[in-house]
């Protein structure tokens, strides 16, 4: 029986991978659609803390060909993420809000998803599906790369990794930029990869617009130009025969280079015009001096040089553009608020994304990316091609985890969303030659462990894949590792909801993280704060707020949190929201006394 199913799919292989790669996308795309959209009594994932401001900003870009929302993150995922609003007769946008003439776009957010009569449930599943498919792609695309690179059986390899990767369903599901910014780096690699390769102006022009893409996903997709330059440098190392043919070859790459980079800035541009094609000069100069509002010299001389472009259609996308990145420049130098494993900063921490990924990445991906590594010292025997192949995965893990350890932003894992598929490419190679060999049992029976080890950890994670952790952190003690969109983002407010309802629970204090409306779901809760200091009753606190007052506490010389390190929570709802139960003789015991309640 099994040698002739062997036998079948030995000689049915492209119907087999096939099948394969479709059943494997099919379930991933069912853990992120229902553990969003809710099933089996889960209400679903409720709006996170971004979607606020990237809802009515995907909206508008299509309803409206209006970018004066959100400038800080280019438009191509959210253009596509308004689509299917745009088509819904029965959503509001933000355009009749008061925000909307302020350019205020978080108040548009809440206007649209709890002020403007539509169901906020509807308009995010919309929102989110778009991302879905984007996510879905990027993994058949991620397949194909692997299979090129090493072969089908490494490809369905790498195409598990990334299936199962609770990250990428986690984030891979919401209306953000991470997954397709994701997406823009390998689509950019591999077409680059082509365009050096073939050095035809056909293969130079999809490597243009594939660059652009990428730029018009995320703006970290800038890393692909330092990126691409110190590729071009080793495949002309590569390729010589001596020092004079390294210099001809390394002139004929860096023109394929020039011309790459400026044909991503044309499509940037043109893509960028019909987004800010209605956008009032009025209030494009509004969107400058409000998101670069920080008065100086040179920063108001460089403002001024932003205005001679916003009363011109075409000329106004190139200061748009312009805006964006210096926002993002700003906030990697700026920085923020910072919680890991009980360390609080307000500053950058040096350790933070190591020490974030080892916590976050599956134990299955983890070992085998060890592995890997070891591989890529160990076996000495490399050819040209292998040589070419590892630059296309570790020139873009070093760099972009060279920039992103120097930067500020420790605002969660997400942000090294972009360096997921190399990794899974490096592990694809370091295990071809085993995968591809006819013997090595036993190695091929410890990958195929780790498959279904990296599977079965992923599925009975349903459906909470935002607050993902390890089998290294205890399911209970999440909250007191990391926080903010590595844990707490705001997910979980309808699970909430369902908690207060199936108990019964009639008065509630809530301070609560992320994108959903308390006074729209629970009228009758009161919002609390950190700094009311120690009360009785039933409090609900994000461990978001819960662990960050820790911190501003002192800085601001208020209460925080911690004296509710001395209780365990009543519950923990979807690993995020922390609840409890407190009474006059738990705080007695406590020494504890009760403060004036604040009640917003």
């Not at 018009?216 to 071009?232: D, H, M, N, T, W």
């Not at 809530?510 to 779901?521: A, C, E, H, L, R």
């Not at 978001?544 to 004296?563: D, F, H, M, R, V």
Request: charged share 15%; hydrophobic share 45%.
């Amino acid at each position: 029986m099994i040698s002739n199913i062997k036998n079948w799919l030995e000689k049915n292989k492209k119907i087999a991978t096939t099948f394969a790669v479709v059943l494997i996308l099919a379930t991933m795309f069912g853990l992120a659609f229902f553990s969003s959209r809710g099933i089996f009594g889960d209400p679903g994932d409720s709006g996170t803390m971004d979607e606020v401001a990237h809802v009515p900003a995907s909206y508008t870009y299509i309803n409206d060909l209006d970018y004066r929302l959100n400038p800080e993150h280019p438009p191509l995922v959210k253009a596509l993420s308004g689509v299917f609003m745009h088509f819904n007769s029965h959503i509001v946008g933000p355009e009749k809000s008061p925000s909307w003439d302020d350019v205020g776009q978080w108040e548009a957010g809440w206007y649209m998803l709890y002020g403007s009569g539509g169901d906020p449930k509807t308009i995010l599943d919309l929102a989110r599906l778009p991302v879905m498919l984007l996510m879905i792609f990027l993994g058949f695309f991620l397949f194909r790369f692997a299979s090129k690179l090493y072969g089908r059986k490494i490809g369905l390899i790498v195409l598990v990794l990334y299936a199962f990767y609770p990250d990428v369903i986690a984030h891979g599901r919401l209306v953000t930029t991470d997954v397709a910014a994701a997406l823009g780096f390998v689509l950019a690699v591999y077409f680059f990869d082509q365009a050096l390769r073939k050095r035809t102006w056909k293969s130079i022009i999809i490597a243009g617009l594939m660059l652009g893409i990428a730029e018009l996903c995320k703006f970290s997709a800038i890393l692909l130009l330092p990126i691409f330059f110190v590729l071009i440098i080793i495949k002309a190392l590569i390729d010589r025969n001596n020092i004079t043919n390294f210099n001809e070859r390394f002139g004929q790459n860096f023109k394929t280079f020039l011309w790459t980079t400026i044909f991503s800035l044309v499509v940037v541009w043109l893509v960028y015009i019909p987004f800010t094609w209605n956008t009032p000069p009025a209030i494009e100069h509004k969107v400058i001096e409000m998101n670069l509002a920080i008065d100086s010299p040179i920063l108001n001389k460089y403002k001024n040089f932003l205005h001679k472009f916003e009363n011109n259609r075409l000329t106004r996308p190139i200061g748009h553009y312009l805006v964006g990145v210096s926002q993002v420049v700003g906030r990697v130098e700026g920085g923020n608020n910072t919680y890991i494993m009980g360390y609080s900063s307000d500053k950058s921490i040096s350790w933070f994304f190591p020490a974030a990924w080892l916590l976050k990445t599956p134990i299955s991906i983890i070992l085998l990316a060890i592995f890997a590594v070891i591989m890529l010292f160990v076996r000495r025997k490399k050819t040209p091609d292998d040589w070419w192949k590892i630059s296309l995965f570790s020139v873009p893990l070093i760099i972009y985890w060279a920039v992103t350890l120097q930067g500020s932003l420790n605002l969660g894992i997400r942000h090294l969303m972009p360096t997921v598929p190399f990794v899974l490419l490096m592990i694809g190679y370091a295990l071809a030659p085993i995968v591809n060999a006819k013997k090595n049992v036993l190695a091929k029976s410890i990958i195929a462990a780790l498959l279904a080890f990296l599977i079965y950890s992923t599925v009975t994670n349903f459906p909470h894949y935002i607050s993902y952790f390890n089998e290294l952190t205890a399911k209970d003690k999440r909250y007191t590792r990391m926080i903010d969109s590595s844990l707490d983002w705001g997910q979980d407010f309808l699970r909430l909801k369902q908690y207060i309802e199936d108990n019964n629970i009639q008065d509630i204090r809530i301070d609560y993280f992320g994108g959903s409306s308390v006074s729209y779901y629970l009228p009758k809760a009161q919002t609390w704060h950190a700094y009311s200091g120690p009360t009785t009753g039933w409090l609900a606190i994000s461990a978001t707020y819960y662990q960050s007052s820790k911190l501003t506490g002192k800085i601001e010389n208020k209460p925080s949190y911690a004296w509710l390190d001395n209780f365990e929570p009543e519950a923990i709802i979807g690993d995020s929201i922390l609840v409890f139960n407190i009474s006059s003789e738990d705080l007695r015991q406590k020494n504890l006394t009760p403060l004036n309640i604040v009640s917003q």
